[in-house]
């Protein structure tokens, strides 16, 4: 018995639902009306400060606080969006909430007066610079040949 390809083709359901799932944001695809996420962050250490980056994606600089508190750096940011669509018929209404927190502890190295972020990219960038007595210092030294 030969057994042929019989290719099946989605009900246009499954396609408008195909092509939502990949055209819309991931929490409007699957119906989330609340999302908590923790982004990545990588955190990279030089000589004169720390550097450290904060992977957040599709938010806006007002939506972030930063703030220094018993030794801790805190980072958390906050967006609701509303959507709302009319049709002849009926009127959709919904909304998102996405919110993080994450905290840091700080070094006794770190001069926590001068810690500085920009947003950029969907990138948060925040400087920790070290206080200037604990730079590392390149040193030589000599060593006597006897």
């Known amino acids: 018995m030969i057994n042929r390809f019989s290719p099946v083709i989605p009900s246009a359901?499954?396609?408008?639902?195909?092509?939502?799932?990949f055209n819309l944001p991931l929490a409007d695809a699957?119906?989330?009306d609340f999302m908590v996420s923790s982004p990545s962050v990588n955190i990279v250490e030089q000589d004169h400060q720390f550097s450290m980056h904060l992977a957040a994606p599709g938010l806006e600089k007002n939506d972030f606080a930063i703030r220094v508190e018993n030794d801790y750096l805190i980072?958390?940011?906050?967006?609701k969006s509303e959507k709302e669509e009319t049709d002849k018929r009926f009127t959709r209404r919904e909304f998102n909430y996405s919110s993080f927190k994450r905290s840091f502890q700080l070094?006794?190295?770190i001069d926590r007066e001068k810690i500085s972020a920009a947003y950029e990219?969907?990138?948060?960038?925040?400087?920790?610079?070290?206080?200037?007595?604990?730079?590392?210092?390149?040193?030589a030294t000599t060593i006597e040949i006897k």
């Open 30 to 32: 699957i119906g989330a």
């Open 75 to 79: 980072v958390s940011a906050e967006k």
């Open 13 to 21: 359901s499954v396609g408008k639902w195909i092509d939502n799932l």
């Open 107 to 109: 070094d006794d190295s």
């Open 121 to 139: 990219n969907g990138v948060l960038n925040i400087t920790l610079p070290k206080k200037e007595e604990s730079w590392k210092k390149p040193s």
